[in-house]
């Protein structure tokens, strides 16, 4: 664990992986150190948001490093089934990417269980992560300036969910009918940190 | 009207936007608290000139006031009300009559308020006694540019309704201020949480030249044209969290200094972060504008200049 200051009102958490940084969102999302303002699990990192009124850096960090975390342990989200209709535009290249074929990228894709690792690039967009990395796959070479809202999508070792229309580089292998994001809802995300997500076709 | 924001009671006090200028938005405290969602914080660029307005009116520190960016802003009171502007000081007009900044204005019922282009600074914040009362999402009324959340930029047009307060009056109706600074600028930075993905040459550059704010510049960020800041390391950063402040350096080597809708998470390396303290400064630059930083030490960065 390294303790990356970010002026005095950040404190960015560096792990191994990102198996530790949800290990420690988990002991901490529930009872944040006192003047924590806000959690940001990342790929591997947490950063801390404080109120430099209310606490410090170093008083967070002490909190931090003897905090015990339980390996493997995930936040707990709950469970949620994802219909999918494969019909992505990039389907057919990330079939020949990942060597897979169409029918394998969608078997690989609804086989295992994915967990929400983090949310960011915009309200309620989730960082889904697997149980193997047959469908790791780099970001399209050239962005789409317009990716449609509700596109499932692979980059890197993630999955995820476009809440609303969007730039975007991610390879697209299809489409759900859930809404990702709605503010109606409360949480308005679906997709939370540790929420664990099984894929099935539509 | 694109969009309705009045109150459906035909004897509530509302402003009516006649002219928007180049970007007005609505902006109060903003919403902390929900990063693991991926929604940032938000709220006014100039945190300390919103705060003085609202104490000014009587209001909540928190209440939502106008963010008006270069001036240019026209309205028309619908009921009397009384306003203030704080933040980058425009000439003010209600009707014909020239009144001050950081001075405590009653608009009468009918009256136009205008504002010209700001002396110094770049955003300056019209507070109404009672607040900007257009409703809250995710426990903020303010306009997060990037995530699209709050209310949409103002349209001549729009409704604003303002909200009712028996809060006292303070009594104070005009108080001394520094005004936003023209001509350059000095912020202190603290070493970023990526410093060392940086050559001993770019972290010297960073504090030892100037850097222009550049025309791409909104409340996302401010993009600085400068000496370009080299890598020590050439592989990928993984995502991370940003804060406020940040100097994230994209692969042209030109850093851009994150303001209040900064995106929640990045995946540049961060080689400096502005001061908490120097951040309201900082989103009073405008284009043009030369800046230098100075590099300060951890703990001792909270104290205001």
Redo the contacts between chains.
């Keep these: 664990m390294r303790l990356l200051p970010c002026g005095d009102s950040g404190l960015l958490v560096e792990l191994a992986d990102l198996d530790e940084v949800l290990a420690l969102y988990a002991e901490l999302v529930d009872d944040p150190p006192e003047g924590v303002i806000d959690l940001v699990p990342a790929a591997r990192t947490l950063m801390l948001r404080i109120d430099p009124a209310r606490t410090d850096l170093t008083r967070v960090g002490r909190v931090v490093s003897s905090v015990e975390t339980r390996p493997g342990h995930r936040p707990d989200a709950g469970r949620l089934e994802v219909p999918v209709t494969y019909d992505g535009a990039d389907l057919a290249d990330v079939g020949r990417l990942t060597g897979l074929g169409e029918r394998g990228v969608v078997e690989a894709h609804t086989a295992q269980e994915w967990t929400v690792a983090f949310c960011g690039f915009a309200p309620g967009f989730g960082y889904l992560v697997g149980t193997d990395d047959r469908l790791t796959v780099p970001r399209r070479s050239v962005p789409r300036t317009r990716v449609p809202s509700r596109s499932v999508a692979l980059a890197g070792e993630f999955t995820g969910v476009y809440p609303r229309e969007s730039p975007g580089g991610w390879q697209l292998i299809g489409h759900t009918t859930l809404q990702p994001w709605d503010l109606e809802r409360d949480p308005p995300a679906l997709l939370l940190p540790g929420l664990r997500v099984r894929f099935v076709e539509a | 009207m694109d969009h309705d924001r009045q109150a459906h009671d035909p004897s509530s006090t509302w402003l009516e936007v006649i002219s928007s200028g180049v970007l007005t938005t609505v902006q109060d405290l903003g919403r902390?608290?929900?990063?693991?969602?991926?929604?940032g914080?938000s709220g006014a660029a100039d945190v300390p000139a919103l705060r003085l307005a609202n104490r000014l009116l009587g209001n909540p520190e928190s209440a939502a006031a106008l963010e008006v960016t270069f001036g240019g802003l026209e309205v028309v009171a619908h009921g009397g009300m009384t306003v203030i502007l704080t933040g980058a000081p425009c000439r003010v007009a209600v009707d014909d009559r020239q009144v001050g900044a950081y001075a405590v204005v009653w608009l009468p019922d009918g009256a136009t308020l205008r504002l010209g282009p700001p002396h110094s600074g770049l955003r300056s914040y019209l507070a109404v006694r009672g607040g900007i009362d257009v409703p809250l999402?995710?426990g903020s009324r303010c306009t997060d540019t990037l995530?699209?959340?709050g209310p949409a930029p103002l349209v001549a047009g729009d409704r604003l309704p303002i909200g009712r307060t028996t809060a006292a009056h303070p009594g104070v109706d005009v108080v001394p201020v520094q005004v936003p600074e023209a001509g350059d600028v000095m912020l202190r930075v603290?070493d970023?949480?990526?410093a060392d993905w940086f050559t001993d040459a770019a972290r010297a550059a960073l504090v030892s030249d100037f850097y222009e704010v550049t025309a791409d510049s909104n409340r996302v960020g401010s993009r600085l044209a400068g000496p370009t800041l080299d890598r020590a390391r050439d592989d990928e950063l993984?995502?991370?969290?940003?804060?406020?402040?940040?100097l994230q350096v994209p692969p042209s080597g030109q850093p851009t200094l994150f303001l209040a809708d900064h995106?929640?998470?990045g995946g540049y390396p961060?080689i400096a972060?502005?001061?908490?303290a120097d951040v309201p400064r900082a989103a009073q630059l405008r284009p043009g504008q030369r800046v230098t930083f100075t590099r300060v030490s951890?703990?001792t960065?909270?104290r205001s200049m």
């Design positions: 902390p608290g929900l990063g693991a969602l991926g929604v914080y999402v995710l995530a699209a959340l603290v970023g949480p990526r993984p995502t991370e969290g940003m804060v406020c402040g940040a995106p929640v998470t961060v972060v502005v001061v908490p951890t703990g960065q909270s």
